[in-house]
C-alpha cells in the first residue's frame, strides 16, 4: 500500500524481465537437446569473425543480453540468455568457462559464423557460430 506507483512499476518490469529469461532459458534447453549432443549447423558457409564483447539493451520483453559479432565490417548482435550464449561460446570453441556471461565483458575472440535475415527482413542475425579456423586448417602453416 505504501509503495510509489514507479517502484511498483519497476518491480513488475524487473520480475517480468526474470520471467523472461526463466522462459528463454528453457526453451533454449529444449531447442538444444542435450548439452553437448545437440544437432550442429554445417559450417560450409561460415565466413570470419569475431566476437566483441557482450552488452544488454532494455527492451519491451525487459533487459536482454547480446554478443556484438564483427561480420565482413558490419557489427551484428547474437541474443540470449546467459546459458545460450555461454552455449554459443561453446559452438565457437571457447567452452572453458573464462568468459563471464554479463554485460560490459570484453571478448576479442575469432570465430566464424552463418547469418541470415530476420523474419521481416529488416536485420541481419547471426545464424550459428563456428570456431576459427587456424592456419593449419586452412592449408597453410607458419614458418
Not at 76 to 88: E, I, M, V
Not at 115 to 120: F, L, R, Y
Not at 122 to 127: K, P, S
Given at each position: 500500500?505504501?509503495?510509489?506507483?514507479?517502484?511498483?512499476?519497476?518491480?513488475?518490469?524487473?520480475?517480468?524481465?526474470?520471467?523472461?529469461?526463466?522462459?528463454?532459458?528453457?526453451?533454449?534447453?529444449?531447442?538444444?537437446?542435450?548439452?553437448?549432443?545437440?544437432e550442429?549447423?554445417?559450417?560450409?558457409?561460415?565466413?570470419?569473425?569475431?566476437?566483441?564483447?557482450?552488452?544488454?539493451?532494455?527492451?519491451?520483453?525487459?533487459?536482454?543480453?547480446?554478443?556484438?559479432?564483427?561480420?565482413?565490417?558490419?557489427t551484428?548482435?547474437?541474443?540470449?540468455?546467459?546459458?545460450?550464449?555461454?552455449?554459443?561460446l561453446?559452438?565457437?570453441?571457447?567452452?572453458?568457462?573464462?568468459?563471464?556471461?554479463?554485460?560490459?565483458?570484453a571478448?576479442?575472440?575469432?570465430?566464424?559464423?552463418t547469418?541470415?535475415?530476420?523474419?521481416?527482413g529488416?536485420?541481419?542475425?547471426?545464424?550459428a557460430?563456428?570456431?576459427?579456423?587456424?592456419?593449419?586448417?586452412?592449408?597453410?602453416?607458419?614458418?
Open positions: 500500500e505504501n509503495v510509489p506507483d514507479h517502484e511498483v512499476r519497476r518491480r513488475a518490469t524487473q520480475l517480468l524481465a526474470l520471467q523472461s529469461e526463466i522462459v528463454n532459458e528453457f526453451l533454449g534447453q529444449e531447442s538444444r537437446g542435450n548439452i553437448g549432443d545437440h550442429r549447423k554445417t559450417d560450409d558457409k561460415a565466413v570470419d569473425a569475431r566476437l566483441l564483447r557482450i552488452g544488454a539493451i532494455d527492451t519491451q520483453w525487459g533487459r536482454r543480453l547480446f554478443i556484438h559479432v564483427q561480420v565482413n565490417g558490419d551484428l548482435k547474437l541474443f540470449g540468455s546467459q546459458r545460450q550464449l555461454a552455449l554459443a561453446e559452438d565457437a570453441g571457447y567452452s572453458d568457462g573464462r568468459y563471464r556471461i554479463e554485460e560490459g565483458v571478448l576479442n575472440l575469432p570465430c566464424r559464423v547469418t541470415k535475415p530476420s523474419d521481416d529488416r536485420y541481419m542475425n547471426v545464424d557460430l563456428f570456431p576459427a579456423r587456424n592456419d593449419r586448417a586452412n592449408g597453410r602453416s607458419r614458418r
